[in-house]
């Protein structure tokens, strides 16, 4: 038995309605209990800001961005957030660490853990390539982790829509949770993976896919539908179509309006839409283009079916990728940059291409507003993750710096004063004075996941969750981070102690321990009827076009060292 | 008798895993869908030059020990040694990969993998451009055009034309070899371009050349090209380029008649260009030929290990990538490594003389399961368990598919992930003593 004592924590734990008050924190084995015994190891907090450990839920941190860093060597060297990149030597305690936008995996997981980040989300899985995801997560020290399944190019999918077999389709997805021991249901630009298989793309919720004649609309919301009838502990995941479009605000909101009438069978959210900053865009072109987000925040403040993550962008070197593959081709032909591209076949797209934003850009510039303004218009925090869609964005190590953006308005100032005229007639975020308090930044960094989620041990610091704690250099009564946004950045960027599961894993900023995490997957139950009718299907998709065996697809139990198996009961 | 369906074959990068293997008393008796190549290794295991037990070199001849002083006298090397070489790790799982890039960070070791005498140069030229592919399914249910560049798959990838390529049938590529168009560029007739649509025979050396060529008519640019670009025609360059913009789906695989002939990388730098220049018209991707069955995996474990692919040097502490400088070759023929570690790898039969000359003048440890022209070499010889028969583990295909390779029948050999730990193992107490 280990028990800690946390003395003296200035809390902020917005699940728990606690806004910065002076408490004790008790652990034993690893989760908040009740009280402790006298002989309980103790930390004394000394006032200072104290919250459950981040949890990023949106981040590619393994699988794809291998082919970041594959392209780009010279990330590794790169040193532009000091502490929380470039190459840093072995240690008694930790791996050897390269990497700013895709740093290795053992640097992943320190860096994390010194933001106090606990937990992360790998926000896409090509189940064919799924193993690759899990040997990477292997090598992820610290944190709990869990991934995206990639279904919205899917022929299966496809192909049960279109023939109306909601309930084989429902088992399908179940079926491929499993085999690539997902957690949730990723749509990527509905149906354009495959129009990219033939170098098309799909121009929004109604231009049917070539050769399955279902639409992008047709497949959210056939894919919606399984998703409930599974129970499944997360909402879909799903990257609108369009994205990167001047005028794609439309049809971002037209495809938040469609998720109205779908009743969710768990108590959450029934849509999660990611990385809305480059799906809020107006105008008709780059030459009119302009901020979408009070439109796109105006719909969102009108509804509660759903919650939305930033992809707010930081100024410097980023890397783009995503299962949109006809997104990443047009990024590297409008910015002459190297492409790489990898269609996975019967299942989705991707593409890599690095690229840089620049203040001086009145596009990069408005992009950075719209993050913003989106985080700052939409009026409850409930609604909104925390995300730079690492590294899409900009890497997750820049995270302490854009919570300053939220946080003081005249840290936006500052950079504001740097942006030409043209930048500032495309953007309302100049007029905006709203700045974020720590209890609405531990919602949008900690709280509202654990809902989304549905982890209740998650994102907050009840008896009985996770002892995941982070203790941040801020005493909250003694600092304005409206002025003092500096301090802010430094507490934020190397926590003063970040526990996982009751262990102290950093310290002062440094890595004081590399316990291995957790991988969450979701095991959801399908009447055996239906499963078999499914798999005689699945087994034809083998036989004929995959090009490795039905029986060496299915991830096996030695790639999960830690697993947490969640099982769902569908409701058929 | 136990049948196993679906083993992986861990030959080539084909990785095909529908192999069927009959084992009786822990003897594979029976071996269905391999290739010729798959068959042997599967039979080999029985026939070839296994190393039976472990070995250290004593006044020139290598004589039997026991797996502990084998792994003692090879961690002593290694704790002695100020620059060691670790090469190889390709022939086998990510799992002994992933310890051996442990072993080279703690001994300050630099390590590379096969590719430094292959495909290094295919990503040195993503570094550049990128590499736009594909699974190998992709081009089995859609590619209706095929072009291998500088391979030869009829003997080095027997099975890829039939399961991916040429011969495979899928959704839209029902007619299979009828409904495609399979076009070979190199530099003599090979038995693969035998069996082609169109055969293009280039001058030895001058690929870029006709990639270069390619991409100008590609883009429109006709009137650049000379009446002969590589010793093929300015018609048949235009034929070449109308075929692949007027495909719907093309696919160049490109071997090391790419990326090891004059120019080298700037050639795969090249193919990249043009498949980009090439996606303008319709689709087009690129799948290096890779060799090995696992170099693949090197490159992806070691990349999400240490930020680089390969030629990672651990000296300063943390992962250094300066291809050229800390390549094997580089330095072997600079004669700046004082000891190696070579293993699932032959560096005795596939490097340099000027590098294995300089082999020869320092310790050397092997692991390896068969005796090789590098076991010439060798002062201390570690035999390891053949992985995808007698061990399991993770391999990637060509086209960075991993699978998991089986365990078919029991073995007394350590595998190489054991063998890896254990020298960690052993170095730490060395150091720890010292």
Redo the contacts between chains.
Sequence with gaps: MSEILIKNANLCDPIQGINCENMDICIRDGKIVESVSENAEIIDAGGRLTMAGGFDGHTHSAGKINVGRFINPNDARRKLVPGLSGPEKRTEKTRAQVGYNTPNTYAIGYRYAKLGYTTICEAAIPMLAARHTHEEFKEIPILDKMGLSLFGSNWQVMEYIRDKEPEKLAAYVAWGLKASRGYGVKIVNAGGGEAWGWGKNVNGLYDPVPNFDVTPAEILMGLVEANEKLQLPHSVHVHCNNLGKPGNYETTIETMKMFEKVKPTVDRQSLHVTHVQFNAYAGTSWRDFETGAPMVSDYLNSANHLTFDLGQVIFGPAVTMTADGPVEYANSRLLHEKWSNQDIELEDASGVVPLSYSPKSFINAVQWAIGLELALLVEDPWKIMFTTDSPNGGSFVNYPEAFTYLMSAKKREQVISGFGQMALDRMVLPGIDRELSFYELAIMTRSMQSKMYSRPEKGNLKVGSDADIAIYDIIPGDIDPSVEHEKVKQAFSGAAYTLKDGKVVVKDGQIEATPMGRTYWVNAKVPADIDSAMQKDTDIKFKKYYTVSKSNYMVEDSYLPNPVEISTEGVF | MPVI??A?CSLCGSLC??ITVTVEDNKITKIENACILGHSKFVGMFEHDRIETPMIRKDGELVPVSYEEAIGAAAKILVNSRRTLSYGWCSTS?EAI?KAI?LA??TGSLIDSTANVCHGPS?LA?????????????I???ADVIVFWGCNPVHAHPRHMS??SSFS????STKGRKGRKMVVIDVRKTDTAKLADRYVEIEQGSDLLLITALRSAVNGHEDVIPQTVAGVSKEEVLELAETLKNA??SCVFFGMGVTQSRSKYKNGDGV?SLI?DL??H????MIGMRGHYNVTGF???A???????MAID?A??????NPGETGANDVLVREEADAAIISAADAGAHFPQKAVRHLAKIPVIQIDPYANPTTELADVVIPAAVVGIEAEG?A?RMD?????MKKLIDTEFKTDEQIAKDLIAKVRELKGGA
């Design positions: 369906k679906d992986v895993d529908d990510c992933s442990q960070e703690e990503a993503a570094q550049e451009k990128g590499a736009p592919g594909a699974s190998l399914g992709v089995k249910n859609r399961r991916y049938k899928g959704l839209f719907q789906f990249s980009s996606n303008q319709s689709k087009a991707v490159g992806q474990v990349t999400w290990e240490t930020g680089f692919p651990f300063r502490g943390f992962p250094y990538y993770t990637y960075a598919i991993p699978l998991r």
